[in-house]
């Protein structure tokens, strides 16, 4: 398939062709290692993550059978002063976030001062009733947030998408250095790349500072939905970082408003609840009758402010495809500034006029669901036969509020070895954010690369890999 | 420590012991059969799986002993093949990663993954006994993880619980099938003695050589008893077992300070073997005995589900 657009290349994209200086030393030693070796060690990555049982269970894959995601051993290299741009950007678009959901489920005074329409937050599927006038420590709605970026050129990133609910992934970005720190020593020792491995330590101390109480030593622990989930290796791995109770729906219940743990000692109180289920699925009495994965009273305890939970209850009204219109006004409503970071132009086929030109121009557009996610229900046009053109266009014609449509960003791409030997292929990037009392951001993120040649859809349940993300020490001199 | 992760690593303990047990049984039934001649089927009802492995039979066409080794090994209808167990063993193990150590958690997760890589393989020229050796070898070295890497805490003593109790229980069915497949009236003493069946027996637990040690005499249908029930320096020995299980439940008494059923019923079986004497055993009828025994195992282990809310 050929390439739909130009793309930066992160690499190569110097001035007249030449190495970028962040990659000088990756470039180096590509030319030192034989291919043999690469090979070989790309064998033993295989084998190290099977081993660990680092795997993912993809959805609608027979017996939720496990899988590992394809990991490729050239890093992806970002320079100080381009992390310490994004990072300025990831601090203010993620407060932005968290006022407006604060604001969402409170007075709404983004919707009495004409910003937002009341019916964006009220109306959305993901609204969840019960979160109104919840009164939250710090106030943080979202924090763990993972916002998609994406690069286009030299100086131009973009904010893909924020995922607010229960982002995944980080397990990648910490494995993926403790492979890569094993399998190419050398290449750390000619680069100075800042450690990401206090993400377990900052994730705890983000914990605990937003417990109710004011037990110096809150009890934290993680909720999962169980080792069927495909994540769930995620949820072991944090749990066991972080030394707390990873717990399924019916290790806890609920008596008198208050929140506790089954263990052989007896009932033990529990403070903070890291969770990675679904709102839909949090509490049979208050939300899905059917759900065995929850605890029964849970939101009351939630309400009645006995236990936090974290991220709160509600954030999908933050995230989906439509309201990411409105975070650039959110930045400068709440915040009074210019966004840093800027959006990806992005067409609601709900407004008739955006609608009309979506269905003009479908073939240059990439087409999404509002609450899709995951790569799933979506039209890149470009690379679609026109048969699949038409045939989207009649899903869209049906329900044309559920789709918003962005033109083919050409995503940078960086070197990454496939069956040919090293290509250039397309990447994204997911850094995670951490809000508590304060703030914080692990150097990088989660690079997804999609290994398809030409393709633009990095999800690892659409032939996706990962790649170690490589933020440079500011006194690192590319030499 | 929640109370679901007491219970997955006392069953994590259980199903690898009874993994072991059956690579052993595998073994020793295939040298039974290659020295002696002897029919293969009762091992099949040491576990009680008699009705199963019929079944199983009906459908198979090979020869008995390779379809029996088949039900022990492969057949995910067995609940105690080694397929089963290993893989019971493992999502126990795998719900509880946060809880175990990795040296642990990567010698099981090895052992199932070259299980499911054989099982994947053509059966034809699947090398049976390179497999059960294989297991048995792995077995060893995950016990061995667990014993060289495990935090001494309660998730420890769950799974040292889990792990005697189901050998101790193992080791007293095979005594109990085995014996009276010898010696149907259950009497000791007999005027001749085949010699490889009953070596066979010691070989389920790994004992022929233990055997020699301690009797320096030959093999005596009252001694093998003696050997695999009452003596405590025997490791597979139902008596050792039974006081590891003592053991670990004081020493979870002592961290909880609390005790109930489960605490006296251990320290009645562990005292009921510790104190008999294998002639008085022969008098009351090893049967009896043996069935005794195996019922207060089962009521055992319900008392520990109920005394550490394990259900």
């Not at chain 1, 990756?26 to 049982?53: I, K, M, N, Q």
């Not at chain 1, 998408?161 to 000619?190: C, Q």
């Not at chain 2, 008699?50 to 088949?70: K, P, T, V, W, Y």
Request: charged share 25%.
């Amino acid at each position: 398939m050929a390439e739909a657009v130009k793309s930066f290349d992160e690499m190569r994209s110097g001035a007249d062709g030449a190495v970028r200086a962040p990659y000088r030393g990756v470039a180096r030693w590509l030319e030192r290692t034989s291919p043999e070796r690469v090979a070989a060690t790309r064998h033993e990555v295989d084998l190290f993550y099977r081993r660990h049982g680092i795997t993912f269970g993809a959805y609608g894959a027979v017996d939720g059978a496990e899988t590992t995601i394809p990991f490729d051993i050239i890093p992806r290299v970002i320079a100080w002063d381009e992390w310490e741009y994004l990072h300025k950007g990831l601090v203010q678009r993620v407060r932005a976030l968290n006022a407006f959901l604060a604001d969402a489920y409170g007075e709404r005074e983004i919707c009495r001062a004409g910003v937002i329409p009341e019916a964006q937050i009220l109306m959305n599927a993901e609204f969840v009733a019960m979160a109104q006038g919840l009164e939250l420590p710090g106030g943080v709605h979202a924090h763990i947030a993972g916002i998609d970026l994406v690069r286009v050129g030299e100086k131009d990133f973009y904010v893909l998408e924020d995922n607010v609910r229960t982002p995944s992934g980080v397990s990648y970005v910490l494995e993926n250095r403790e492979v890569m720190m094993r399998l190419a020593p050398e290449l750390f020792a000619a680069m100075r790349v800042l450690p990401v491995a206090d993400y377990s330590e900052e994730l705890l101390a983000t914990l605990r500072s937003v417990s109710f109480s004011d037990d110096a030593e809150p009890n934290v622990v993680l909720l999962t939905p169980g080792h069927y989930n495909s994540a769930y290796f995620e949820h072991a791995f944090l749990a066991d970082e972080m030394g707390i109770e990873l717990v399924k729906g019916s290790d806890l219940f609920v008596d008198e408003g208050r929140v506790y743990m089954r263990t052989p000692r007896g009932p033990q109180r529990v403070d903070v609840i890291y969770r990675r289920i679904d709102d839909a699925f949090l509490d049979p009495l208050a939300m899905r009758p059917d759900s065995y994965l929850g605890v029964a009273g849970l939101l009351g305890a939630v309400r009645a402010g006995r236990v936090n939970i974290v991220n709160a209850l509600g954030n999908g009204v933050a995230d989906d495809k439509s309201t990411y219109t409105y975070v650039p006004e959110m930045i400068r409503f709440y915040l009074g500034e210019a966004p840093i970071l800027q959006n990806v132009p992005t067409w609601r086929c709900d407004k008739p006029d955006d609608f009309k030109y979506v269905l003009e121009h479908l073939a240059e557009l990439v087409v999404k669901e509002v609450h899709g996610s995951g790569g799933k229900g979506m039209l890149v046009g470009p690379t679609s036969a026109k048969k699949e053109i038409e045939e989207f266009a009649s899903i869209v014609r049906a329900r044309p509020d559920n789709y918003i449509a962005q033109p083919t960003l050409a995503l940078s791409t960086c070197p990454t070895f496939v069956a040919q030997g090293v290509a250039p292929r397309h990447v994204d990037l997911r850094p995670f954010v951490l809000s508590g009392r304060k703030i914080t951001i692990v150097p990088g993120g989660l690079t997804r690369v999609a290994l398809k040649e030409g393709s633009l859809v990095v999800n690892s349940s659409q032939g996706g890999g990962t790649k170690d993300t490589w933020v440079l020490a500011p006194d690192h001199s590319a030499g | 420590m929640l109370s679901s992760t007491a219970k997955n690593l006392y069953w994590m303990g259980r199903y690898l012991q009874r993994a072991k047990t059956t690579a052993r049984l595998i073994e020793a039934t295939q040298r039974m059969v290659l020295q002696s001649g002897e029919e293969s089927e009762g091992v099949v009802a040491i576990f009680g799986m008699d009705d199963e492995f019929r079944h199983s039979q009906s459908q198979s066409e090979g020869a008995e002993l390779s379809s029996l080794i088949d039900f022990l090994t492969f057949d995910e209808n067995n609940p105690s093949s080694i397929v089963s167990s290993i893989g019971a063993a493992r999502r126990n193990a795998r719900e509880e990663r946060n809880n175990i150590t990795v040296d642990v958690w990567e010698s099981l997760n090895a052992l199932w993954l070259e299980l499911g890589a054989r099982l994947r393989a053509d059966r034809a020229t699947l090398d049976r006994t390179a497999l059960v050796e294989s297991v048995k070898k792995q077995a060893v070295m995950i016990f061995g993880a667990a014993q060289v890497t495990l935090l001494r805490d309660e998730a420890y003593n769950f799974f040292q619980l889990g792990a005697f109790l189901e050998r101790g229980d193992n080791t007293a069915r095979i005594l109990d099938v085995k014996f009276h497949h010898l010696r149907p009236d259950g009497s000791p003493h007999a005027d001749e003695m085949d010699y490889f069946a009953w070596s066979e027996v010691l070989a389920c637990i790994g004992a022929v050589r233990t055997y020699r040690r301690i009797y320096r005499s030959a093999l005596d249908p009252m001694k093998v008893a003696e050997l695999m029930m009452l003596r405590r320096d025997v490791p597979r020995s139902v008596h050792h077992c039974l006081w590891m299980v003592d053991l670990s439940m004081r020493e979870l008494a002592d961290a909880y300070g609390t005790r109930g059923e489960a605490d006296r019923l251990a320290g009645e079986l562990h005292a009921r073997l510790r104190y008999a004497r294998i002639d008085q055993v022969f008098d009351i009828g090893l049967a009896k005995f043996l069935g005794g025994m195996r019922d207060d195992i089962a009521l055992l282990s319900e008392e520990i589900g109920r005394q550490f809310l394990l259900d």
